[in-house]
């Protein structure tokens, strides 16, 4: 069975994270969500959802995972940025040619300054675009650049946490699931 880590912190977009958890698990992906909020499990989302974690990031530093995924939303885009271990666990994601997930501010906010966008087709949420220096803005919802899937924002994330599916268990899952959503995979 794949894993994928789900990692948010407060300020992360409500209908992102959910929706990147939701779809992961209709396809029996083992998801962690994970809190990056310094010694709290319980998180409040952008719009005043309040989440409970499966754990805390630094519980999951010594995992390895099929996917990293990170939602964006602000400020929980920049308090991903901010948070050292996910930072680290990510370049190690890419470096290791695992699948790394970003949507909406996240690409921009979070994997821009760290330098993982070096050199790499990618997209957000459009008003980011001007924080992107290193990567190769495109305006489409989804975008994939090897291991890197990165997408636009909250009326992507079905279209998003597909394109997740199609590379951690197959391409007829994420049709399968996409039906079943009335979304096309």
């Given at each position: 069975?794949p894993?994928?880590?789900?990692?948010?912190?407060?300020?992360?977009?409500?209908?992102?994270?959910?929706?990147?958890?939701?779809?992961?698990?209709?396809?029996?992906?083992?998801?962690?969500?994970?809190?990056?909020?310094?010694?709290?499990?319980?998180?409040?989302?952008?719009?005043?959802?309040?989440?409970?974690?499966?754990?805390?990031?630094g519980?999951?530093?010594?995992?390895?995972?099929?996917?990293?995924?990170?939602?964006?939303?602000?400020?929980?885009?920049?308090?991903?940025?901010?948070?050292?271990?996910?930072m680290d666990?990510?370049?190690?994601?890419?470096?290791?040619?695992r699948?790394?997930?970003?949507?909406?501010?996240?690409?921009?906010?979070?994997?821009?300054?760290?330098?993982?966008?070096?050199?790499?087709?990618?997209?957000?949420?459009?008003?980011?675009?001007?924080?992107?220096?290193?990567?190769?803005?495109?305006?489409?919802?989804?975008?994939?650049?090897?291991?890197?899937?990165?997408?636009?924002?909250?009326?992507?994330?079905?279209?998003?946490?597909?394109?997740?599916?199609?590379?951690?268990?197959?391409?007829?899952?994420?049709?399968?699931?996409?039906?079943?959503?009335?979304?096309?995979?």
């Amino acid at each position: 069975m794949p894993t994928a880590l789900v990692a948010i912190a407060d300020g992360s977009e409500d209908i992102e994270s959910v929706t990147i958890i939701d779809v992961l698990r209709r396809a029996d992906v083992d998801v962690t969500v994970a809190s990056c909020a310094a010694g709290r499990r319980q998180i409040t989302a952008a719009r005043g959802t309040r989440i409970e974690t499966d754990a805390l990031i630094g519980d999951c530093r010594d995992q390895l995972f099929d996917a990293i995924v990170l939602p964006g939303g602000m400020p929980g885009a920049e308090h991903l940025a901010q948070c050292d271990s996910l930072m680290d666990m990510a370049r190690e994601q890419l470096d290791a040619d695992r699948l790394l997930g970003a949507i909406c501010a996240a690409p921009a906010v979070a994997l821009e300054p760290n330098g993982l966008l070096a050199r790499r087709r990618m997209t957000c949420f459009p008003s980011f675009t001007e924080r992107v220096e290193t990567g190769t803005w495109l305006d489409e919802p989804v975008v994939r650049d090897g291991s890197l899937i990165t997408s636009q924002g909250p009326g992507t994330a079905i279209a998003f946490a597909l394109a997740l599916v199609g590379q951690l268990v197959n391409p007829e899952s994420a049709e399968h699931i996409g039906q079943q959503l009335l979304a096309a995979a």
